[in-house]
């Protein structure tokens, strides 16, 4: 999950080497914490967090199979 969520940043922000994915697993949730920088940060969430639902929405669609919890979390 770490990666895939690193690859959509990557592809969002004009400065993909400011982006930092990190990943922390409990016995039933799995929470990836998204940094970017904080000129990117607008392109990360979009407009009335529609570009930070649909990474959610991806997450969760590709963790489906898996019977953890997936939690995305945008940090500043």
């Avoid at 930092?20 to 990117?40: F, S």
Wanted: no cysteine; hydrophobic share 40%; proline share 3%.
């Amino acid at each position: 999950m770490k990666k895939l969520v690193e690859v959509i940043a990557k592809s969002l922000v004009d400065h993909p080497d400011q982006v930092v994915v990190t990943e922390t697993e409990n016995e039933d949730e799995i929470l990836i914490e998204l940094k970017v920088g904080p000129d990117d940060m607008g392109k990360v969430i979009g407009r009335q967090g529609r570009i930070a639902k649909a990474i959610r929405t991806v997450v969760k669609a590709a963790s489906s199979r898996s019977s953890k919890k997936v939690i995305v979390d945008i940090l500043q």
